[in-house]
């Protein structure tokens, strides 16, 4: 019998946020999980849109994370664009 080394699955290996769009506001809340290696000025853990409506929280795999919204049904899911990870330094 063999055992994986690793049983837990693993991150994504793609070092990119969870992001969601707020539909009131316009704004992309992104996450970074603790544990990717986010680029240079990129902040890890929960991030919020500009008005502060959705908050986002990045479990680590790809496309998966907790969305807050105070009114349901004002965050949609986008991917990250990418003058979103230049900004950040990607």
């Known amino acids: 019998m063999t055992r994986n080394p690793d049983p837990s699955p693993s991150l994504s290996g793609e070092n990119k946020p969870f992001c969601m769009k707020c539909t009131l506001c316009g704004t992309i809340a992104e996450s970074w999980h603790y544990a990717a290696k986010a680029p240079k000025g990129a902040i ?47």
Request: charged letters at 20%; glycine letters at 20%; aromatic letters at 6%.
């Open 44 to 90: 890890k853990g929960m991030g919020s849109c500009a008005c502060g409506n959705i908050t986002v929280d990045s479990l680590g795999y790809r496309n998966l994370g907790r969305v807050f919204e105070k009114p349901l049904g004002t965050a949609e899911g986008v991917e990250c664009p990418a003058i979103l990870r230049i900004w950040c330094g990607g």
